[in-house]
C-alpha cells in the first residue's frame, strides 16, 4: 500500500495542526484499503486522516415525490450545488425560469445522490410522450397535476400523490397499470435513469490528483410499509454496480434487499461492494430495529452478522429531526428533547411531547444491540453515525440555519414562508435543515472514504462542521497536553467506531475525546462550544440495559444565549475542549457502548430568524397574520445548540487487554516473557480444558508462540481455576500457566516462561500483537510495549 513519506504530511486546514503532529513513539493507523478503481493518487494524503464534510442523503427530480412539488433539478445540479455553484428552486415564473436561488457558502467534500428507486421509471414513463404507458390514466393524471398551479402546504395531497404514496405502503406493493406486462415499461425506464444518475456521478467525481470531490453511485430503498419510515440507503464504493437499483416493489422486507444485493454485487466478479445506512428509525414504528427478521422470525447469530455486515452506519439526524433519543425513554438526558419530529408517522400531525416507541431511537436500539449481542454471539445494532438532508430540492449539504427558512427542503411545498411555518406534514416549523456525515479518511477518494464508513471511523453534526476526535482504550492520561494527541490515540486505542477490551485489566478504559469550534468562513458563523459529554449505555449481565450521560469537559451550566430579538449571541464559549476521561461505573464483565456529545452554544433556530424577519410580535398575537401564527405556538423552539455525535466505541468483553514484560538476558536464550491477560467476560469457547490454548507475541516477526494442549491444565476449582505447572518447561518453555475466574466471569489468564531465545522481538519501543486462541475463540490485542533498559513492558 501507498505509504508518503512523514514529512509530506499536510493538514487539512489550519485548524488541523493538533491532528499531524509527530511523536517518537507513536505512529498512524495503517491503511485498510486498496484501490478498487483506477484513478490518480491524491495529492493530499493524511496517514492520521482528516476530516471530510459531506451528504449522503439528498433527492433530486429523478424522485417521485421530488417531482410532485415541482422540483425540475437533476443529479448534476446536486452536485453542483454541492461544489458551491448555485442552482434554482420552484416555483417557476410565466417564462418557465425559477423564482428562487440557493447557493453553499463552503463546499461539501462528497456527496451521494439517494433518489427513491422505486419511482425512477414510472415518472419517467408519465413524462415521455410516445413511451409505452405514457397515455395510462395514472400518468393523464401526474401530468394535470404537475400542470397545475402547485397548491399551499395547507391543503390535501393530490389524489395522484396519494395514490403513488399508498403503493409503497402495502405489505404486497404492486405497480401501477402503467408499468406493463411484467412490469417491462417502468423497469426498461428505471435502467436508462439509474444509467444517467450512475453518468452524473462519474462526471462529477473528481479522478485527478487534486481530489476535490467525490460522488459516489447510490439510490434509496424505500420501505413505508403501513405508513412507518423502514428506509435504507445503498451507497456503492465505486462505479460497479447492479444494473438496476432494487426496489420495495420487487422486494418489501430488508433481508430480500440484503439478499439481491449480495448476489447481484457482492458476490459478482469485480470490485463491487455497498453499505445501508438506515435513516429516520424516529417515524418508524419501533420496527427499523426489531429483535427480529422482516417476516417475523426471531433473529438468529447468522442474521445478526449479516445486518451488522451491511450496515456499519445509521442517519442520526437530519431534516425530520432526530433519532438520537426521545425524552420519555431517556428521561434523566434533558438534551433528548433535540429537534423532536413528535409524529407516529411520517404523514401524521404534529402532536406536542407525545411518546414514541423506545425502539424509534438509535440509542435504545444500540442498548438492545448489546442485549442481543450476548444472546446470540453478535450485535445487529453494531452502528456508527452519520447525519444527511433528506432535501428533495438538489440541495446537497444545505443546512445552514440563516439560510433554510426561505430554501426549504420540499420544493413548493415548503417554498413560501407561509407553507415553512405550518404545521403540516410532511414539512413545516417541526422540520429543520438536516445535517451533515463527516468521514475519517486518509484522502478524499471513494476508496477512502468507503473504508471510512466500513469501519465506522465517522460522525454526525446537526449541520454546523466542528472537528471532534474520539479514542477509546489506554491513551496517556496527559494526552490533551500532547501535541501528538491524534498519533497518541491511534496508537494506545482505536478511533470513534472501534471495538475494546478490556486494556486497563479491571480498570476502565481510557476516553480521549478532542472537539474544536466550527472555524465558520464566507458568512456561516463560528460559534464557541459549549461542552462534551460521553453517553455510555450498558447491558448487565442479568440482560437489563441502561444509560448514563457524563459531562467530561467545558460549562455545563454556562451562561451563553442569545437576544431572541436580533439573534445575537451572548455570553463566552471555547474554541477548543478535551478531556482524557474514565468511566467511574465501568465494570469489565458488562458489554457496553460510548459515544461523544459536543454541544456548540445556543443560536437562533431557523424558524425564529424567519418570523423576526416578519416582524412577527407574539406579545400582541391578535396582530399575527393567521399564516404566520405558528411562531407563536411553541411546536419549535426559539434557539438550538448545535451538536455533534461520535460513532460509539464499544467495549467487548469477550477481548482481552495485556500486561506483559519481556526481559532481555545478557546472553543468548536467557530472554524471559511475563503475560498477564485480562478477559472482560470468559466466553464458554475459552475452555482450556477441553480445548488447550495458544498463545502467540509477534512484531514484524514471531517473537514467541506456544500450546499448551488439551489435558495440560489441572481444575483446581471448577470454573474457577485452572493451573498449569512445569518448572522443566516442557511445552514450548511455559513454566507456570493460570487461569483465574471470579464470580462475575472476568478472568485472568498468567503465563511465565523458562529462559528462551527471544531475540526476533525488537528491543525499541514498538507495537506488538498478543493473540489468544483456544477451541472457537481467537482474539488479538495489539499494544506498544515500551522498551527500556534490557526490557519490552506493557503496562500502561
Not at 462529477?204 to 476535490?212: E, I, K, V, W
Not at 449481565?541 to 469537559?553: I, K, L
Not at 411546536?635 to 455533534?644: G, M, P, S, V
Request: charged share 20%; proline share 7%; hydrophobic share 35%.
Amino acid at each position: 500500500m501507498r505509504r508518503p513519506p512523514r514529512s509530506g504530511i499536510l493538514a487539512a486546514s489550519a485548524c488541523l495542526a493538533f491532528a499531524v503532529a509527530d511523536a517518537a513513539v507513536a505512529e498512524p493507523p495503517p491503511q485498510d484499503w486498496v484501490r478498487s478503481e483506477a484513478r490518480a493518487d491524491c495529492a493530499s494524503y493524511n496517514p492520521l486522516r482528516s476530516p471530510f464534510f459531506g451528504e449522503t442523503h439528498i433527492h433530486t427530480s429523478f424522485s417521485g415525490d421530488a417531482a410532485f412539488v415541482r422540483v425540475r433539478t437533476t443529479p448534476r445540479d446536486a452536485y453542483r450545488f454541492a461544489r458551491g455553484e448555485q442552482i434554482g428552486l420552484p416555483p417557476y415564473d410565466a417564462m418557465d425560469l425559477p423564482t428562487r436561488f440557493a447557493q453553499l457558502r463552503r463546499p461539501l467534500d462528497f456527496t451521494a445522490v439517494t433518489d427513491h428507486s422505486e419511482f425512477l421509471g414510472e415518472i419517467r414513463t408519465c413524462l415521455t410522450a410516445g413511451l409505452p404507458g405514457y397515455d395510462d390514466p395514472m400518468c393523464q393524471d401526474a401530468r394535470a397535476e404537475l400542470a397545475s398551479p402547485p397548491d399551499g402546504i395547507t391543503a390535501p395531497l393530490p389524489a395522484v400523490v396519494i395514490a403513488f404514496a399508498l403503493t409503497i405502503q402495502a405489505a404486497n406493493p404492486m405497480r401501477f397499470g402503467l408499468c406493463g406486462p411484467s412490469n417491462v415499461n417502468c423497469l426498461t425506464q428505471a435502467a436508462l435513469v439509474w444509467q444517467d444518475a450512475l453518468d452524473a456521478a462519474e462526471e462529477f467525481y473528481d479522478r485527478t490528483d487534486a481530489c476535490a470531490f467525490t460522488t459516489f453511485p447510490a439510490y434509496e430503498w424505500t420501505n413505508n410499509l403501513d405508513g412507518f419510515n423502514l428506509h435504507r440507503n445503498i451507497i456503492f464504493r465505486n462505479a460497479e454496480v447492479p444494473a438496476l437499483p432494487t426496489s420495495y416493489y420487487e422486494q418489501p422486507l430488508v433481508e430480500g434487499l440484503f439478499g439481491v444485493l449480495e448476489a447481484d454485487c457482492l458476490d459478482a466478479p469485480g470490485n463491487c461492494d455497498f453499505v445501508s445506512i438506515p435513516h429516520n428509525s424516529n417515524v418508524s414504528g419501533g420496527l427499523m430495529f426489531e429483535s427480529a427478521n422482516g417476516d417475523g422470525s426471531p433473529l438468529a447469530r447468522a442474521d445478526a452478522e449479516r445486518r451488522a455486515g451491511h450496515e456499519p452506519l445509521v442517519e442520526v439526524f437530519q431534516q425530520k429531526g432526530s433519532s438520537e433519543c426521545q425524552p420519555s425513554s431517556s428521561p434523566n438526558d434533558e438534551l433528548c428533547g433535540f429537534e423532536q419530529l413528535q409524529r407516529q408517522q411520517l404523514f401524521a400531525n404534529t402532536i406536542k411531547d407525545q411518546p414514541l416507541p423506545a425502539r424509534n431511537f438509535v440509542r435504545n436500539a444500540l442498548m438492545e444491540g448489546l442485549r442481543l449481542n450476548d444472546a446470540l454471539g453478535a450485535n445487529p445494532f453494531a452502528l456508527g453515525f452519520v447525519g444527511g438532508t433528506d432535501g428533495h430540492s438538489s440541495l446537497a449539504g444545505g443546512v445552514v440555519e440563516a439560510d433554510f427558512g426561505t430554501t426549504g427542503h420540499l420544493g413548493v411545498r415548503d417554498g413560501s414562508a407561509e407553507n415553512i411555518l405550518s404545521k403540516i406534514a410532511p414539512g413545516g416549523i417541526v422540520t429543520n435543515g438536516g445535517g451533515l456525515a463527516v468521514l475519517w479518511a486518509e484522502e478524499n477518494s471513494r476508496d477512502a472514504l468507503f473504508a471510512a464508513m466500513r469501519r465506522r471511523e465517522a460522525y454526525a453534526t446537526s449541520g454546523t462542521r466542528p472537528i471532534v476526535r474520539f479514542f477509546g482504550g489506554h491513551p496517556p492520561k496527559g494526552a490533551c497536553e500532547d501535541p501528538a494527541f491524534v498519533e497518541q490515540g491511534y496508537t494506545h486505542g482505536v478511533p470513534m467506531g472501534g471495538e475494546i477490551g478490556p486494556a486497563l485489566g479491571r480498570r476502565s478504559p481510557r476516553f480521549a475525546v478532542m472537539a474544536m469550534q466550527d472555524p465558520g468562513g464566507n458568512g456561516e458563523p463560528s460559534t464557541p462550544l459549549q461542552r462534551i459529554q460521553i453517553v455510555k449505555g450498558w447491558a448487565d449481565t442479568d440482560g437489563q440495559v441502561h444509560e448514563r450521560v457524563f459531562e467530561v469537559a467545558g460549562d455545563a451550566h454556562g451562561k451563553a444565549g442569545v437576544d431572541l430579538a436580533t439573534c445575537t449571541p451572548t455570553g463566552a464559549g471555547a474554541s477548543s475542549l478535551c478531556s482524557v476521561w474514565q468511566d467511574p461505573s465501568f465494570r469489565p464483565e458488562e458489554r457496553a457502548f460510548y459515544y461523544a456529545r459536543v454541544l456548540e452554544n445556543p443560536v437562533c433556530r431557523w424558524s425564529k430568524r424567519l418570523c423576526n424577519s416578519l416582524n412577527v410580535d407574539c406579545a400582541d398575537f391578535g396582530s399575527v397574520p393567521t399564516i404566520y401564527r405558528e411562531c407563536c405556538l411553541g411546536l419549535a423552539d426559539d434557539t438550538i445548540q448545535e451538536r455533534a455525535w461520535t460513532s460509539p466505541i464499544y467495549y467487548q468483553p469477550e477481548r482481552f487487554g495485556t500486561k506483559g514484560r519481556l526481559r532481555f538476558g545478557k546472553a543468548l536464550a536467557t530472554d524471559r516473557l511475563r503475560l498477564k491477560l485480562t478477559i472482560g467476560r470468559l466466553p464458554a469457547e475459552l475452555d482450556v480444558v477441553a480445548n488447550g490454548l495458544t498463545v502467540t507475541v509477534a512484531d514484524d516477526d514471531v517473537v514467541y508462540t506456544a500450546t499448551l494442549p488439551a489435558g495440560a491444565f489441572e481444575t483446581r476449582s471448577p470454573g474457577r481455576s485452572y493451573l498449569y505447572d512445569d518448572p522443566a518447561a516442557g511445552i514450548d518453555g511455559v513454566k507456570k500457566a493460570r487461569l483465574r475466574i471470579n464470580k462475575h466471569g472476568t478472568a485472568t489468564l498468567t503465563l511465565h516462561t523458562a529462559r528462551l531465545d527471544l531475540s526476533n522481538a525488537e528491543t525499541t519501543t514498538h507495537r506488538m500483537d498478543v493473540r489468544l486462541a483456544s477451541g472457537a475463540y481467537d482474539r488479538t490485542d495489539g499494544r506498544v510495549w515500551d522498551g527500556r533498559r534490557g526490557t519490552l513492558e506493557a503496562s500502561r
